[in-house]
């Protein structure tokens, strides 16, 4: 349990750490950039010698793992402009409700993560638990050409936490260096696409790098990057079924998260965020019951 605390913990720091950039004086997408080039260079370096890194790349574990990386880099992207033009909550609930994905597809294909009551009961506490935590006013009228957007990152986000639960299992990693390798796969792919984007800002005049972005993305790579290897070891102890870790760990996540903003950031909750942290707390103790 306790892989699973931590990757709660680092999750809710990547949040806390967003939220401090505009203070510290950090730009936001250079710093993701130096985070995902830390974060790979971590499970890199932490690689005992003599590990056949070349002959890994064939793995279709390393192939899953730099395919999902595409996603980290595009759905950023898209949560930033899906934030902008349709709302935070829409994006927010978007991404959080993406546990029914791969929930739904461990109970389907795995024989030892069958369906249970309490299980599709704690499931669907933890959706109306995200969507009511994340709710804010809503100004303004939603634009359906914009519909799009809000089911894409639903259904990115599900294949990323899909794939992680996926090969974290199943005998695919080996090693103790398999899984540093698998934890920072996606980052090696998200920080060449992410320096293609540099680059171009660069070139158009438009500010890169200073101090604050430099150190604030350096720490945010590493809660990053512990916040995937986290994950992959808590799927590969086996404590809990798959089914049952995803929305554990949304859920633990989002009530980090709001514990942070009310201490550090003096953030007010709604009636309806109030219910929905109550509905995320019931649903936690049951899926718990679930191991």
Same mark, same amino acid.
């Given at each position: ?37 830390v ?37 950023? %992207? !898209?949560?930033?402009? @899906?934030?902008?033009?349709?709302? +935070?909550?829409?994006? =927010? &609930? ?5 546990? #029914?994905?791969?929930?739904a597809?461990?109970?389907?294909t ?5 369906p ?6 704690a ?20 634009n ?35 899984? %540093? !390798?698998?934890?920072? @796969?996606?980052?090696?792919?998200? +920080?060449?696409?992410? =320096? &293609? ?5 660069? #070139? ?12 604030g ?10 916040s ?17 870790i ?16 009310y ?5 007010r ?8 942290l109550?509905?995320s ?11």
């Amino acid at each position: 349990m306790i892989w699973l605390l931590l990757c709660m913990v680092s999750s809710a720091a990547i949040f806390v750490l967003f939220r401090s950039f505009p203070k510290w004086g950090a730009y936001t997408f250079p710093a993701i950039v130096v985070n995902y080039a830390v974060a790979a260079s971590l499970g890199v370096l932490m690689l005992e010698d003599g590990y056949p890194l070349a002959e890994k790349v064939s793995e279709i574990w390393v192939q899953a793992g730099l395919s999902i990386g595409v996603l980290f880099i595009t759905l950023f %992207y !898209l949560m930033a402009f @899906t934030s902008q033009r349709v709302g +935070v909550g829409v994006a =927010s &609930i978007a991404t959080k409700m993406s546990l #029914v994905l791969p929930v739904a597809w461990f109970m389907l294909t795995d024989p030892e993560d069958a369906p249970t009551a309490i299980k599709i009961g704690a499931v669907l506490l933890a959706v109306a638990g995200v969507v009511l935590s994340s709710r804010r006013t809503r100004s303004g009228d939603f634009n359906w050409s914009y519909a799009l957007f809000p089911v894409i990152i639903f259904i990115g986000s599900g294949i990323i936490d899909l794939t992680l639960g996926q090969f974290s299992q199943g005998g695919y990693l080996q090693s103790e260096s398999d899984k %540093y !390798l698998f934890s920072s @796969t996606p980052f090696i792919t998200a +920080v060449v696409l992410g =320096s &293609i984007v540099l680059v171009v800002r660069a #070139v158009k005049g438009m500010p890169v790098f200073n101090l604050p972005t430099l150190l604030g993305g350096s720490l945010l790579g590493l809660v990053n990057f512990g916040s995937i290897y986290f994950i992959v070891m808590t799927f590969d102890s086996r404590i809990l079924d798959r089914s049952a870790i995803i929305p554990l760990n949304n859920l633990g996540t989002v009530l980090l998260s709001a514990m942070a903003a009310y201490l550090m950031f003096n953030e007010r909750f709604n009636r309806s965020n109030l219910i929905g942290l109550g509905l995320s707390v019931l649903a936690i103790a049951m899926l718990l019951q679930t191991g």
